[in-house]
């Protein structure tokens, strides 16, 4: 069957510190990979969304960044965080030969930036 | 980009009474999708109901599609307190583009 898994699932960091969120999916190849953000209380914004290895699309300009280095691995990263970049991050996949654009969601990871 | 808009924010009933949320979105689909978000969890996928649909059926769920509104309804018959959560409509999607979510709506539901 077909599984995500995100870790770590809670994270504190100090301003100006990296960051790097991992996601990997299993059970399904070549998927279509996202970072969502969800700040408290509000919806999810679209990061970052990847339909191949090597192959990102960037939504909001940010100090984030990500990478896709293995058809199932999708990871996520900052050089210096903001204060702004608190937070819940989502990682999720769709199936490529899946025309409808479910997804499939990890179950977060939640980032404090002090 | 199009993007629902859930309505109302927030909702609170009993249990036993029905739940109704609504979407609005902005530009044609091809299809809608409700998600629902348990607190401090992932998404789970409900329901998708595709733009030649008018209504869609899954257990206590009814989804309802009015393409000429751009409009969605989410209907949760007969509430139970495990039904407390946060629910999403996206649109977009398919052949590698993203899901835009609303803002969700809160249900709370009171035994």
């Known amino acids: 069957s077909q599984t995500i898994h995100q870790w770590p699932a809670t994270l504190v960091q100090p301003v100006g510190s990296p960051l790097s969120l991992e996601c990997t999916v299993e059970g399904t190849s070549n998927p279509n990979l996202y970072w969502y953000r969800q700040a408290a209380g509000r919806g999810l914004q679209l990061l970052f969304y990847?339909?191949?290895?090597?192959?990102i699309s960037s939504e909001v300009p940010q100090n984030l960044s990500a990478s896709r280095p293995q058809d199932r691995q999708f990871i996520l990263s900052s050089k210096k965080l903001l204060l702004s970049d608190s937070g819940f991050y989502l990682c999720a996949f769709s199936t490529s030969g899946m025309n409808t654009g479910e997804l499939f969601f990890g179950e977060g990871s939640r980032l404090t930036v002090l | 980009s199009q993007q629902g808009e859930e309505d109302p924010q927030a909702l609170s009933i009993q249990e036993g009474e029905n739940a109704t949320m609504n979407c609005s979105y902005k530009t044609s689909i091809n299809n809608l999708q409700w998600y629902r978000q348990n607190s401090g969890r992932g998404l789970v996928h409900l329901i998708l109901i595709r733009s030649n649909e008018r209504e869609k059926h899954s257990g206590r769920l009814r989804v309802t599609l009015d393409t000429s509104k751009k409009s969605s309804s989410l209907l949760i018959t007969a509430s139970r307190a495990a039904d407390t959560a946060s629910y999403f409509c996206a649109t977009g999607g398919g052949g590698g583009t993203a899901l835009i979510f609303g803002k969700g709506t809160t249900l709370s539901v009171s035994s």
């Open positions: 990847s339909v191949g290895i090597g192959q």
